[in-house]
């Protein structure tokens, strides 16, 4: 992460001028609601098929435009909850939250309807895992993991501060996952991440 720091500290001294010229505030808040929609099939554990369910929650994120067409984002979100599933049986329920920071680029900026694709940097921090179902009251433990975010949508300008916003996300998203502290297996969750927001120029 100190990298990353660094990174985004380099980018903003080096733009703070171009901006201090500018009337337009380059900060935008964005709050909205998203998906986390994990892969069909997560790979085995203890040697049966596993899945996890999807689970949605209220997000934010902080963004700075660089330029117009360049920006730097770093997204937030309430914890989400799944169910992992064992040969289609609950089996664990984990909590985790998943914050990504990535730069976006935008094609059409300044225009009404604006596409735009990034990538970043996920770290997924999973916790209060509980046996549930055929692992009831088992000692249960994920994981946590650093992964690629890939991140695509379409911005609507509705005025010179407000604007709306459909985007998706791809994560890559690996857990061990442990059972009485024995490892059973890696969850493979890879999901996709979509949804809406809302977003305000301050």
């Known amino acids: ?13 080096a733009t703070a001028p171009v901006f201090a010229q500018s009337t337009e505030s380059p900060w ?10 994990p892969a ?24 700075y435009k660089l330029d ?17 599933r064992l040969s289609g049986q609950r089996a664990v329920r984990v909590k985790q939250l998943p914050p990504v920071i990535g730069v976006n680029y935008r ?16 770290y997924t921090k999973f916790f209060d895992a509980k046996g549930r179902g055929i692992l009831e009251g088992a000692d249960t433990h994920l994981e946590s993991s650093w992964g690629i975010a890939w991140h695509a949508g379409v911005d609507i300008t509705l005025d010179p501060r407000w604007s709306f916003t459909v985007d998706a996300r791809y994560i890559d998203i690996d ?28």
């Open 28 to 37: 935008l808040l964005h709050v909205g609601i998203h998906v986390v929609d």
């Open 68 to 84: 117009p067409a360049w920006s730097i984002e770093a997204l937030a979100a309430v914890p989400f909850e799944h169910d992992v």
């Open 1 to 13: 992460m100190r990298y990353l720091k660094a990174l985004t500290a380099t980018l903003l001294c």
């Open 107 to 122: 094609f059409l900026s300044g225009e009404h309807v604006s596409p735009f694709v990034g990538v970043g940097v996920n």
């Open 175 to 202: 857990s061990t996952v442990s059972v009485a502290g024995a490892t059973v297996g890696t969850a493979h969750i890879d999901p996709w991440v979509y949804g809406m927001s809302v977003g305000y120029r301050f």
């Open 40 to 63: 069909s099939h997560t790979g085995h554990l203890a040697g049966m098929p596993a899945s996890v369910d999807k689970s949605t929650r209220p997000t934010v994120s902080i963004e």
